[in-house]
């Protein structure tokens, strides 16, 4: 599921992440969600990935509740920053995903859980070569 959202972000930056080189619109805010036990597939069309949020768990009763039973989906406060997880992700133009309790943990047992990927796609840096400081 691929959605643009219109939304405050705060940009928190961990290891192996960075800050956009350059101000992006909300409106360029991409999000993919993954239910569990699901394989997702996050993908820039032109540029690279730039993860903004990774949580897995459940934040909401209705994302990924279709044919849930309702005592699996009322537990709405229980989720785990995934961002390390997705490290190898940042900087490429696609990436996949699982929604899984083995690869993030059990926030909440019992609980239908979703991984939610917030990200914006940007031009990769440009690649620098090194300066021939030798003069002859």
């Known amino acids: 599921m691929l959605s643009s959202k219109k939304l405050e972000v705060k ?6 992440f960075q ?8 409106a360029e805010l991409l999000s993919h969600v993954t239910c569990e ?15 903004i949020s ?3 768990g459940r934040r909401d ?4 509740s279709q044919f849930i039973p309702g005592e699996r989906t009322k537990n709405t406060n229980c989720s785990v920053n995934g961002a390390s ?3 190898r992700c940042a900087a490429e ?11 993030f943990g059990d926030p909440c047992p019992g609980t239908y859980k979703y991984l939610e990927v ?10 620098i070569s090194p300066k021939n400081d030798h003069q002859i």
């Open 19 to 26: 800050k956009p080189k350059e101000s992006r619109s909300l």
């Open 61 to 64: 009763r209705t994302t990924c």
């Open 93 to 103: 133009s696609e990436c996949t995903v699982s929604a899984s309790n083995f690869v």
């Open 11 to 16: 940009i928190f930056c961990r290891r192996g």
């Open 37 to 51: 036990g699901s394989v997702g597939h996050i993908k820039c069309a032109s540029g690279a990935l730039f993860l």
């Open 54 to 56: 990774v949580r897995y």
């Open 118 to 127: 917030l990200y914006i796609c940007q031009n990769p840096l440009p690649r």
């Open 85 to 87: 997880e997705l490290e």
